[in-house]
């Protein structure tokens, strides 16, 4: 499906000109982790950023790449000549990372819960595009309804949490903020939340909240499948990168 929507752009001048704009190194201020250095090529397209990877929101799907690392412009003598800017590179790519995560998830037989990710070269990444974000649902009667979802404070986090442990389905909360479990609990079966758990459990995610997580329209089931669509862990608050590296090298 995303090989397709792909395909049937990439002559087109928007998606070129996205692919070059995402072709070069992007870094990020030091002082500002948020805010990237080198964002003039992003000017022109629709595009967000996190703490770890910026996308460019396309028609039927988004370009997706991790920034190469920190800039720093000051020192303690004030703001440098931007030819004595210092540049620091993270030792992780993370949207190659999470592109890792993801063909593992497909070896492993669980990545309908991970939005679809394709490699486009020079670290660039084609990814499903996200319809309805979580965070907007659960703000929304109306989307409420129509994923017929219960409102937000209608229900209690421990109890499912001890109707989880009763079902063998344990430390859900290692990987998942406390305002997901709820949706992944209504969203799924026992068997798929703790085939989902041992997956996120053997390459430490953590840090899936409300603002990574959605729903993405199936056209084979004519249904919303809710999805991960930032999955590669927070920064050195998880060992995520270095057990798939040691995948990798096994």
């Known amino acids: 499906m995303l090989r397709e929507l792909v395909e049937s752009v990439e002559d087109s001048h928007e998606f070129i000109t996205a692919r070059e704009a995402l072709a ?24 967000r950023s996190g ?35 210092i540049y620091t590179k993270w030792d992780v790519n993370y949207g190659t990372l999470e592109y890792q995560v993801y063909t593992m998830a497909c070896k492993q037989g669980v990545s309908k819960y991970f939005a679809e990710m394709e490699s486009l070269g020079d670290e ?14 659960i703000k929304s009667e109306e989307l409420l309804k129509k994923f ?26 290692d990987h998942f ?25 053997e390459y430490d995610i953590d840090d899936i909240h409300i603002g990574n997580i959605g729903f993405f329209w199936n056209p084979k089931t004519n249904k919303y499948d809710l999805k991960m669509f930032d999955y590669s862990g927070y920064l050195d608050a998880s060992s995520t990168s270095s057990y798939i590296r040691e995948q990798l090298n096994s």
Not at 42 to 47: A, G, K, P, R
Not at 179 to 190: G, L, N, R, S
């Open 177 to 201: 903020r406390d305002e997901v479990i709820p949706y992944i609990y209504f969203a799924f079966t026992y068997d798929e939340i703790r085939e989902l758990n041992a997956f996120l459990t």
């Open 24 to 47: 070069s190194d992007i870094f990020v201020y030091e002082e500002d982790e948020e805010v990237i250095y080198n964002d003039d090529a992003l000017q022109d397209f629709c595009w």
């Open 51 to 85: 703490f770890t990877k910026v996308a460019i929101i396309m028609g039927n799907f988004i370009l997706k790449k991790g920034f190469y690392g920190y800039v720093r412009d000051t020192d303690e003598h004030g703001f440098l000549e931007p030819e004595d800017f």
């Open 124 to 137: 660039i990444y084609a990814q499903e595009k996200c319809d309805y974000i979580l965070e907007e649902v």
């Open 148 to 173: 017929h979802l219960p409102a937000r404070n209608s229900f209690d986090v421990e109890d499912i949490m001890d109707d989880l442990g009763n079902h063998d389905i344990w430390d859900i909360d």
